[in-house]
């Protein structure tokens, strides 16, 4: 019997999770206000104290950007920010906005986000942005197998729930692993496509599983997404591995052909990742980590098998401990499902009639050229979302 582990490789610290207004972004948008009657599309917007002058001017150039592209509507004065105020710490400003440019910077932009997120949609390390278009995988959904999810965490809005489940276990997750790489695919706060629906496959008692038992988590999901028709708007997200399976990598291959992607960590142990399952499997999507820094981590399974690579390190999720838990993990299971969300995202924006099609998009959108310490073979291509 083969055996399969998980692929986060280090537990960090607890960080304390607060949730911030379902409208107002906590950076930035503390407060806003009608402040003026006489113009419906007035506010004042109150900003973070302290805010650094570098902070305040690409915010402030975010929103002028963002009003232009949207102006629909002409208003006395003209639109867009009108004046700044700086009141000892405090900051704010006055703008006059159309209600599209109001609901776009509370919903697709995530100021301060976690790095792994920022490093989709920015062509440099150290982004201070998530930008992305408002559909967010909408109508999509993940099978995340893995050791379940925390359905009852806020970051998840109700869009969790659990599928399958071993006999004799509890439906939900006691590792904390699973709800953590669904956190990166679809939470609210940590997630790539923010609207997908997350359904765990629980193939994982605690870090370790047998081929068997992921083999009838597989045949569970391929079984529930073809009975309900999902095949073009469903991934498999596959954060683990183990020696390689003949068997293992049949089977993922298999699912790619009948029309839904699996999306695979390359594994940690720092080698080339054909000597894995399914990492080596043909044509499933095979995941490597990189950095903040955008260096391919030390840690990451590297070579030909592997097709794009994906921030895998110190990333912050979900958790499990209670329902506003959450946790820095590093590894490949981090970077495969940016990945993973990132083809719900696309899917909820362009039609895609083949596995390959669907890989092919991820890959052509990739950041090319951008790896610094590149891994023997590895592709020097980071995942990117095609939002300028």
């Known amino acids: 019997m083969v055996w399969v582990k998980l692929l986060a490789l280090i537990f960090m610290a607890v960080v304390p999770y607060t949730t911030a207004s379902p409208e107002i972004n906590p950076r930035f948008h503390t407060i806003l206000s009608l402040a003026d009657l006489e113009y419906e599309d007035k506010y004042v917007v109150g900003l973070q104290n302290n805010?650094?002058?570098?902070?305040?001017?690409?915010?402030?150039?975010?929103v002028s950007a963002v009003q232009y592209?949207?102006?629909?509507?002409t208003f006395e004065g003209g639109t867009g920010v009108r004046k700044t105020y700086a009141i000892g710490d405090y900051r704010a400003y006055s703008a006059v906005l159309?209600?599209?440019?109001?609901?776009?910077?509370?919903?697709?932009?995530?100021?301060k986000p976690p790095w792994g997120l920022a490093t989709l949609s920015n062509k440099k390390p150290h982004g201070f942005l998530y930008r992305y278009d408002k559909s967010a995988?909408?109508?999509t959904f993940a099978y995340v197998l893995d050791t379940g999810i925390n359905t009852k965490h806020v970051d998840?809005?109700?869009?969790?729930?659990?599928?399958?489940?071993?006999?004799?276990?509890?439906?939900?997750?006691?590792n904390g692993h699973g709800t953590h790489v669904a956190g990166i695919i679809g939470g609210k706060t940590f997630g790539v496509a923010k609207k997908t629906?997350?359904?765990g496959v629980k193939v994982f008692l605690d870090d370790e599983a047998t081929t068997s038992t992921l083999l009838e988590g597989l045949e569970w999901a391929v079984n529930d997404i073809r009975s309900k028709s999902r095949q073009s708007r469903s991934v498999i997200n596959l954060s683990l591995g183990g020696p390689y399976s003949e068997a293992l990598n049949r089977a993922v291959n298999h699912i790619s052909d009948i029309g839904i992607l699996p999306v695979v960590a390359a594994g940690n142990e720092g080698i080339p990742a054909t000597f894995f399952s399914p990492a080596s499997a043909d044509r499933v999507l095979t995941v490597g980590a990189i950095n903040s820094d955008w260096q391919e981590t030390n840690f990451s399974n590297f070579g030909p098998q592997v097709n794009i690579l994906a921030p895998g390190q110190d990333i912050l999720s979900a958790y499990i401990s209670t329902s506003r838990a959450t946790r820095v993990l590093s590894g490949t299971s981090m970077a495969a499902p940016h990945v993973a969300g990132l083809a719900l995202y696309l899917m909820a924006l362009e039609d895609f009639d083949s596995t390959k099609k669907l890989m092919d998009r991820i890959l052509q959108l990739g950041k090319k050229d951008k790896v610094v310490n590149l891994m023997t073979d590895s592709p020097n291509l980071i995942v990117h979302n095609n939002v300028k």
């Open 98 to 111: 159309d209600r599209d440019t109001i609901k776009e910077i509370w919903n697709d932009t995530v100021e």
């Open 197 to 199: 629906q997350l359904i």
């Open 51 to 62: 805010l650094s002058p570098t902070d305040l001017k690409k915010h402030l150039l975010r």
């Open 137 to 139: 995988g909408e109508g």
């Open 156 to 174: 998840f809005e109700g869009r969790a729930s659990m599928g399958f489940n071993p006999p004799e276990t509890e439906p939900t997750d006691i």
């Open 69 to 73: 592209r949207n102006k629909n509507t």
